[in-house]
């Protein structure tokens, strides 16, 4: 059996997850045909069986926005990886004033402009991601691929959405799997919740995604979301 | 690495696994431990010490009850740290951030975790999907989970013993099942609560969690039907040759599962699925 083809193409950004995923070049050639700019080979006019897109999709840039409405068309899987890509990450924080001037409005997650079929936040993910997730993708089933899959019909997750969703609507249990996977120590336990420093939270969505009570919610809303648009496509609206 | 779907399905309520087992304990320390009266089986804990002293884990991390319904987590290395650790919690034990610090800082290789059935579906979540650099997951060797039908609201429970049975949380000395009662020894005596009354101090989250015998784990293990005796469910070929391992060294005894406890077990992991979609759609 040939090896399926990959694309890895990066919209900007901090560089962490292109680097992450430089880390895992030896071995994701051999289980993939993969195509990027470090390895001096991307043409976004040929197929793919996957494509990876690192980055948030800057809406100022008809480029890249064509660029990348080329990618999903060429794509049969399209992953957005890392925060900025998936849930918008720190890079929602932009808010005009720096250099040069980015504003709330401009940057967004890729799921704004395109179909997305798997969301993979992390910031950035740890190289090993990517491997286990192509991995499950091929067998193509199980609780965590239904994750990532409805975190690209809700692109809208962080420490924030953690603390409404769950701690103040009272269905944290108190398991403390949020404040293990905080990469900036912005959630902290007390008295047995944990409590979010707003300054900390560089909503990356990770705390999201690892928490039983939030990825179940998410789950089964992203199911509610194409069971309704599945039915308006029947009746036509 | 092995590959685990996890489905959750009220057809398949136990979801995958390799084997399930009747297990006693056979170590003498554990058995003087729990005592006479304890209804369990002890294999949890004669599992963690075969592992940890034939070298197989570095370490396990462990609840260990503080006072009344009050614990903490604790990496224990050597057997008595986890004797000490044996028995039910009563409570959720949380993972805190002194604890991500000690495994990354601490010189341990394999770590195995007991946990309840939300804690393993994180530790599977952080084994098979790294989101983070800063995940131990390499450190994760094993994930046990124990049957969980769901936690106390610590504070709301230990008020309402306070106000209807006159006990404060600091006279309470340990908390068992008893058929359909929990008895609560306290320093004057014990009183015994219907669980019925109980229940209404659950978590409002453990109601809408679906995972009865923690399917994210390598191995489930909870009370059999049986007094003491512990159902232990295998769902990796790590999981079952640990068992067997620990079997063969002495620490372990197991024998087939009786119909009864397996009919059990099945009824009430179909009734937490159940129960999850009835109260999830009420907060979606």
């Known amino acids: 059996m040939s090896k399926p083809t990959i694309l890895i193409y990066d919209l900007g950004g901090c560089e962490g997850c292109p680097l992450s995923i430089m880390r895992v070049y030896p071995q994701l050639i051999n289980i993939a045909d993969v195509y990027t700019k470090c390895l001096g080979k991307v043409d976004l006019d040929r197929e793919y069986d996957y494509a990876v897109v690192t980055g948030p999709i800057c809406i100022n840039s008809p480029k890249h926005v064509e660029e990348l409405k080329k990618i999903r068309k060429n794509s049969r899987v399209l992953i957005a990886y890392g925060s900025c890509a998936s849930v918008g990450g720190i890079i929602l924080y932009a808010r005009g004033g720096q250099e040069p001037r980015p504003e709330h409005r401009v940057y967004a997650p890729i799921s704004r402009v395109v179909r997305v079929d798997y969301a993979i936040p992390g910031c950035p993910p740890a190289p090993q991601m990517l491997i286990s997730l192509l991995n499950c993708i091929r067998r193509g089933k ?41 990469p900036t120590n912005a959630l902290q336990m007390i008295d047995n919740r944990p409590d979010l420093i707003p300054e900390k939270c560089i909503r990356c969505g990770t705390c999201t995604v690892r928490c039983p009570r939030f990825s179940q919610i998410l789950i089964q809303r992203s199911r509610l979301l194409q069971k309704a648009s599945s039915l308006s496509r029947i009746s036509g609206v | 690495m092995a590959y685990q779907p996890v489905v959750i399905d009220p057809e398949n309520p136990l979801g995958y696994y390799t084997g399930i087992y009747l297990a006693q304990t056979a170590d003498e320390r554990v058995k003087r431990k729990l005592g006479p009266d304890y ?50 919690k009563w409570s959720i034990v949380p993972y805190t951030l002194g604890l991500r610090e000690k495994l990354t800082s601490m010189d341990v290789g394999r770590v195995a975790f007991v946990g309840l059935p939300c804690q393993a579906q994180f530790l599977r979540q952080v084994k098979m999907f790294p989101l983070m650099e800063s995940d131990f997951s390499k450190k994760i060797y094993l994930i046990i989970s124990l049957f969980c039908m769901g936690t106390f609201a610590v504070e709301s429970f230990l008020n309402y013993i306070k106000k209807s049975y006159h006990v404060s949380p600091d006279e309470i000395e340990n908390i068992s099942i008893n058929g359909d009662e929990l008895v609560v020894k306290h320093v004057r005596g014990e009183i015994r609560i219907p669980i019925r009354d109980a229940l209404f101090h659950l978590q409002h989250g453990c109601l809408t969690c679906p995972d009865y015998t923690g399917l994210f784990a390598d191995l489930s293990a909870g009370k059999a039907l049986k007094p003491g005796f512990t159902l232990l469910i295998t769902r990796t070929k790590l999981a079952d040759k640990i068992v067997r391992e620990a079997s063969n060294t002495g620490y372990l005894k197991l024998s087939e599962p009786d119909e009864e406890s397996l009919k059990i077990v099945i009824e009430k992991a179909r009734e937490k699925i159940m129960r999850s979609y009835k109260y999830l759609s009420t907060v979606l």
């Open chain 2, 39 to 88: 209804k369990g089986g002890g294999a949890v804990t004669s599992i963690l010490l075969y592992l940890v002293e034939h070298g197989v884990v570095d370490a396990v991390v462990v609840a260990r009850r503080k006072k009344g319904l009050y614990g903490e987590t604790i990496i224990a290395k050597t057997p008595e740290e986890i004797l000490e650790a044996t028995g039910p």
């Open chain 1, 142 to 182: 199980g609780y965590f691929l239904d994750l990532f899959r409805a975190v690209a019909l809700n692109p809208k997750l962080s420490g924030f959405d953690l603390m409404d969703e769950v701690v103040l609507n009272g269905l944290c249990v108190g398991c403390g799997a949020c404040v293990l996977s905080c």
